[in-house]
């Protein structure tokens, strides 16, 4: 009869060291399986999100420049029309992450900075200009100078920053969503992202 209980205990044993070990192996491979698929959503956000736009502007370009002591006046001018093409671009393969596995955390520890790209084609017209003073390689320069500064003006006042943004919150907002259906955490900057409307909140 003893010999028989002592059976039944170490068959009872063996059995809860069976479950232990299988609920842990159960509970790893989980992790594992977790883990790869946060990497592959990483791998799939890797990419380049490019919002672009078009802006046009005329400028009348003069310019007056005295000569001989003052004695003459020369002048310059010519009639530009500009049509720019702008890109702005988040390379999220920029984007650095890390993986803490063990508390089920995701942490964003990096986000770019956008890259504005202005794209100008200048028309010329009405050029002219003396013969003591004609156009030459530097106006030409001050003129594309003054271009690019009158479009990022244009884009400041439009709304193609903001629907960059927005598009880039849009793929960040996929981590958010999977992180919460998997029961881990999404962290960036020691804050904890818990609604998805603080995505918005990452770039603040």
Do not use: C
Not at 62 to 86: C, G, H, P, R
Not at 151 to 172: F, H, M, P, V
């Amino acid at each position: 009869m003893r010999k028989v209980l002592f059976g039944i205990i170490i068959t009872l044993l063996i059995l809860w060291a069976y479950q232990v070990y299988k609920r842990y192996d159960d509970r790893a491979q989980f992790l594992k399986e977790n883990t790869a698929l946060l990497q592959q959503e990483i791998k799939n956000v890797r990419k380049l999100v490019v919002t672009e736009g078009h802006f046009s502007q005329v400028f009348n370009y003069q310019q007056s420049e005295k000569i001989f002591a003052n004695l003459l006046t020369t002048e310059k001018k010519a009639l530009v029309i500009a049509n720019a093409d702008v890109t702005i671009a988040y390379d999220l393969s920029k984007v650095t992450f890390k993986v803490d596995e063990a508390n089920k955390t995701l942490y964003i520890t990096d986000i770019p900075e956008p890259e504005v790209k202005i794209f100008p084609d200048l028309k010329y017209y009405d050029v002219s200009g003396d013969y003591l003073n004609p156009f030459n390689a530097n106006d030409f320069n001050k003129i594309k100078d003054q271009v690019n500064i009158a479009i990022k003006k244009k884009i400041k006042e439009s709304k193609l920053e903001e629907n960059a943004e927005n598009r880039l919150i849009t793929e960040l907002s996929r981590f958010y969503i999977l992180t919460n259906t998997m029961g881990w955490k999404l962290v960036y900057n020691q804050k904890t992202i818990e609604q998805a409307k603080e995505i918005q909140l990452l770039k603040d």
